[in-house]
């Protein structure tokens, strides 16, 4: 069983899907967050959780999604996304054969080509605020929206997050309009067993509704994003779903369709979508200008496994484990160590990295959680305080140089966690790389570590960009590249 991801262009998706190849495709993200009053309002007695009932008559077993899907229906879009990709005009180009006697040139040349990327999205807000994926806008040069009615609009990305793969969409002139925006339901209240709907535009044959129930939370392994952390559905998911709404029979939005598995491209029932309360912190930054101020809690971390649990007595794995700390970071501040078995953030249980990272991420920076742990084999709550990471010093380096179109930052511990590296790595990272720029053709690439540049080290970006702005007749350079270290001379 493989995973798979959407959506594609339209054509591509039914020529992918008889040929049963379909990649996967990451969904939005809902982040419902807790509201600003939320701290007055858990003064307020909790009011009792309706009791879950199964159909105990016929007459109940007919009564209809319809009132539901009448209500959700005009706040999830289709999005389309124009490309400009780069085609081979001739089905030859890569032969060796032909390369030999043309030389790449004339009708060998590649050529720009135009396709349209296909998804879905969720009106979150009246003004026109849309949430979708990022891999349905990502490379678009420009992106409009349908409405259930069939008005179009041209919209702007606001903010583009591949960490979530969720962007934030805004109708580009509404006039004055105010759209129906679907309400945040919190995801943590979702229960294997509940009933939800998967709306979206499978194989862009138009809005559908499939139903199901959930399968199971907090799924993680699922891709390789950073906030691992599904709802898993048997609702009905193709390609096309993508940013498409998962709402509970409210009509409140507990996640975005985003993933699953498939051999076929089809659905076999297994699918997944981001929680609600991580849709919401992306929906929040893009109505609050745009940027995500992420929390940093400064420490690696492993799932406990069975053996783990059997040496510190615990009786069944759960929980994530401390295994270095950042020097000088939050966690090491506020008297986490080494060895520290986190069972819980805010009283909802973690039982791997990713359901920590995903409970921290969705708190406010600046805040309080109650973190529950195992220190020193005993069981206690510590108040964490939610930190941003510090920001790193960056540098682009211009002019006449073999170094010019590099953008670099320095090496901090959030950066060095981030990138899998050690706390005290050094240098300064590539984080970008200007097309046919001079850092391209010598071959630089982005998440490149540069160490030392003939043999001199810099302990800021500023640094390294007065270094690497000189004219040099040649180059010693030191980098890290997919763990290894490169050491090259090229020309100045």
Do not use: C
């Not at 849309?130 to 990502?138: E, F, M, P, Y």
């Not at 979206?200 to 559908?208: K, R």
């Not at 994003?225 to 509970?248: K, W």
């Amino acid at each position: 069983m493989s995973l798979r991801r959407f959506p594609l262009a339209f054509a591509a998706l039914l020529a992918l899907g008889a040929f049963g190849y379909f990649a996967l495709s990451p969904l939005l993200r809902d982040a419902a967050i807790a509201s600003p009053n939320l701290v007055a309002e858990a003064t307020v007695p909790a009011a009792p959780e309706p009791e879950r009932v199964v159909p105990l008559s016929d007459g109940q077993v007919k009564l209809s999604f319809a009132p539901v899907v009448k209500q959700v229906a005009p706040s999830v879009v289709n999005v389309y996304s124009t490309r400009i990709e780069q085609q081979s005009a001739s089905p030859f180009a890569n032969d060796p054969f032909f390369q030999r006697f043309f030389g790449g040139q004339g009708d060998f040349q590649s050529r720009p080509r135009e396709s349209q990327a296909l998804g879905s999205g969720v009106i979150v807000d009246g003004s026109g605020i849309i949430l979708t994926n990022s891999h349905v806008v990502d490379g678009g040069t420009e992106v409009h929206i349908s409405l259930s009615d069939g008005r179009e609009f041209p919209v702007d990305v606001v903010l583009d997050d591949s960490k979530t793969d969720l962007a934030v969409l805004k109708i580009h002139d509404p006039k004055g309009e105010t759209f129906p925006a679907l309400p945040f339901a919190n995801s943590d209240d979702l229960q294997v067993g509940d009933l939800v709907l998967a709306i979206g535009n499978p194989f862009g044959v138009g809005q559908t509704v499939t139903s199901g129930i959930v399968s199971a939370l907090a799924r993680t392994g699922v891709e390789s994003n950073n906030y691992e952390f599904f709802i898993q559905t048997d609702a009905a998911i193709n390609p096309g779903n993508s940013g498409g709404a998962l709402v509970d029979l409210d009509g409140h939005l507990v996640g975005i369709n985003t993933a699953i598995y498939s051999q076929s491209g089809g659905s076999v029932g297994i699918g997944f979508a981001i929680p609600s309360n991580m849709v919401r912190v992306v929906a929040d930054a893009g109505l609050n200008g745009g940027t995500i101020v992420r929390p940093w809690f400064g420490a690696k971390l492993q799932t406990v496994t069975a053996d783990i649990a059997a040496s510190m007595g615990m009786p069944a794995p759960h929980g994530t484990l401390i295994t270095e700390l950042a020097p000088g970071g939050p966690a090491e501040r506020d008297g986490f160590a080494d060895g520290d078995v986190i069972l819980a953030v805010d009283g909802l249980p973690v039982d791997d990295p990713s359901a920590f990272n995903f409970r921290l991420a969705t708190r406010k920076v600046g805040t309080k959680a109650i973190v529950s742990r195992i220190h020193n084999g005993q069981t206690a709550d510590i108040s964490l305080t939610v930190e941003a990471a510090p920001v790193a010093d960056t540098a682009k380096v211009s002019g006449n140089t073999a170094f010019a179109g590099t953008s670099v930052s320095a090496m901090t511990p959030a950066l060095a966690e981030e990138k899998g590296l050690p706390y005290d790595a050094s240098g300064v990272i590539v984080t970008a790389v200007e097309s046919n720029s001079a850092a391209e053709q010598m071959g630089l690439a982005v998440d490149d570590v540069i160490i030392a540049l003939n043999g001199q080290k810099f302990p800021d970006a500023k640094s390294f960009e007065q270094l690497a702005s000189q004219r040099m007749r040649t180059w010693q350079i030191e980098l890290q590249r997919g763990g290894r270290t490169i050491r090259s001379v090229i020309g100045g």
